[in-house]
Protein backbone atom coordinates (compact mmCIF):
# COMPACT_ATOMS: atom_id res chain seq x y z
CA UNK A 1 0.00 0.00 0.00
CA UNK A 2 1.42 3.08 -1.20
CA UNK A 3 1.32 5.96 1.56
CA UNK A 4 2.72 9.52 1.05
CA UNK A 5 2.50 12.74 3.52
CA UNK A 6 3.65 16.16 3.30
CA UNK A 7 4.32 17.99 6.02
CA UNK A 8 6.35 21.34 6.61
CA UNK A 9 3.21 23.86 5.29
CA UNK A 10 2.51 27.03 7.40
CA UNK A 11 2.30 30.62 7.13
CA UNK A 12 5.26 32.79 6.49
CA UNK A 13 5.85 36.10 5.29
CA UNK A 14 6.72 37.36 1.49
CA UNK A 15 10.69 36.72 0.86
CA UNK A 16 10.85 34.06 3.51
CA UNK A 17 11.69 30.31 3.30
CA UNK A 18 9.59 26.86 3.60
CA UNK A 19 10.67 23.51 3.48
CA UNK A 20 8.09 21.03 3.07
CA UNK A 21 8.82 17.27 3.34
CA UNK A 22 6.85 13.47 2.08
CA UNK A 23 7.41 11.23 3.73
CA UNK A 24 6.76 8.13 1.38
CA UNK A 25 5.96 4.39 2.13
CA UNK A 26 4.89 1.13 -0.08
CA UNK A 27 6.87 2.45 -2.57
CA UNK A 28 10.96 3.20 -3.75
CA UNK A 29 12.07 6.68 -4.41
CA UNK A 30 15.18 5.93 -5.32
CA UNK A 31 14.77 5.67 -9.83
CA UNK A 32 11.05 6.47 -9.92
CA UNK A 33 9.21 9.61 -10.88
CA UNK A 34 8.37 11.83 -8.22
CA UNK A 35 6.78 15.45 -8.06
CA UNK A 36 5.84 18.63 -6.44
CA UNK A 37 1.74 20.12 -7.21
CA UNK A 38 -0.23 22.45 -5.98
CA UNK A 39 -3.81 24.21 -6.00
CA UNK A 40 -5.70 27.14 -5.34
CA UNK A 41 -9.84 26.55 -5.00
CA UNK A 42 -11.34 26.81 -8.32
CA UNK A 43 -7.78 26.22 -10.25
CA UNK A 44 -6.14 23.43 -12.03
CA UNK A 45 -3.58 21.32 -10.04
CA UNK A 46 -0.11 22.91 -11.56
CA UNK A 47 2.99 21.00 -11.41
CA UNK A 48 5.76 22.98 -9.65
CA UNK A 49 8.94 20.30 -9.59
CA UNK A 50 9.50 16.87 -11.32
CA UNK A 51 12.73 14.58 -10.38
CA UNK A 52 13.23 11.87 -12.97
CA UNK A 53 15.75 9.53 -13.24
CA UNK A 54 16.78 8.87 -9.53
CA UNK A 55 16.55 12.83 -8.83
CA UNK A 56 19.26 13.23 -11.74
CA UNK A 57 17.15 15.00 -14.32
CA UNK A 58 14.72 17.87 -12.45
CA UNK A 59 12.60 19.90 -13.63
CA UNK A 60 10.56 23.11 -12.59
CA UNK A 61 7.41 25.21 -13.87
CA UNK A 62 8.64 29.11 -14.77
CA UNK A 63 6.55 30.65 -11.91
CA UNK A 64 8.68 28.76 -9.43
CA UNK A 65 11.94 28.34 -11.35
CA UNK A 66 15.10 29.31 -9.54
CA UNK A 67 12.94 30.25 -6.37
CA UNK A 68 12.20 26.54 -5.25
CA UNK A 69 13.94 23.25 -5.56
CA UNK A 70 13.24 19.50 -5.27
CA UNK A 71 15.45 16.83 -3.28
CA UNK A 72 15.11 13.26 -2.17
CA UNK A 73 16.81 11.15 0.16
CA UNK A 74 16.68 7.66 -0.92
CA UNK A 75 18.04 6.32 2.53
CA UNK A 76 14.80 7.45 3.94
CA UNK A 77 12.37 7.31 1.03
CA UNK A 78 11.60 10.82 1.69
CA UNK A 79 10.96 13.94 -0.95
CA UNK A 80 11.35 17.57 -0.22
CA UNK A 81 10.81 20.99 -1.77
CA UNK A 82 12.28 24.07 -0.30
CA UNK A 83 10.68 27.28 -1.05
CA UNK A 84 12.57 30.31 -1.31
CA UNK A 85 11.83 34.02 -1.95
CA UNK A 86 8.11 32.93 -1.27
CA UNK A 87 5.38 35.22 -3.12
CA UNK A 88 1.98 36.06 -2.40
CA UNK A 89 1.19 33.81 -5.76
CA UNK A 90 2.71 30.88 -3.96
CA UNK A 91 -0.28 30.22 -1.76
CA UNK A 92 -1.62 26.70 -2.19
CA UNK A 93 -2.49 23.30 -0.77
CA UNK A 94 1.16 21.71 -2.18
CA UNK A 95 0.90 17.93 -2.69
CA UNK A 96 3.43 15.58 -3.75
CA UNK A 97 3.09 12.53 -6.09
CA UNK A 98 4.43 9.40 -7.15
CA UNK A 99 4.55 8.02 -10.54
CA UNK A 100 4.38 4.03 -11.35
CA UNK A 101 7.40 2.54 -12.51
CA UNK A 102 7.54 3.03 -15.73
CA UNK A 103 5.65 5.88 -16.39
CA UNK A 104 6.80 8.74 -18.02
CA UNK A 105 7.87 12.09 -15.97
CA UNK A 106 7.33 15.51 -15.59
CA UNK A 107 4.64 18.45 -14.50
CA UNK A 108 1.84 16.53 -16.43
CA UNK A 109 -0.33 15.42 -13.49
CA UNK A 110 -1.75 12.45 -15.78
CA UNK A 111 1.40 10.36 -14.48
CA UNK A 112 0.85 10.07 -11.43
CA UNK A 113 -1.32 7.51 -9.34
CA UNK A 114 -0.37 8.41 -5.95
CA UNK A 115 -0.98 11.52 -4.08
CA UNK A 116 -0.56 12.65 -0.49
CA UNK A 117 -3.53 14.83 1.03
CA UNK A 118 -1.33 18.22 0.89
CA UNK A 119 0.40 20.77 3.05
CA UNK A 120 -1.38 24.02 3.11
CA UNK A 121 1.23 26.87 2.22
CA UNK A 122 0.57 31.21 2.78
CA UNK A 123 2.39 33.93 2.13
CA UNK A 124 0.95 37.07 2.98
Known amino acids: HVQLVESGGGSVQAGGSLRLSCAVS????????KAWFRQVPGKVREGVAA????????YYSDPVKDRFTISQDNANNALYLQLDSLKHDDTAVYYC??????????????????WGRGTQVTVS
Open 26 to 33: GYSVGSTC
Open 97 to 114: AAAPVGAGCGLNKDYFTH
Open 51 to 58: ACNGGRDT
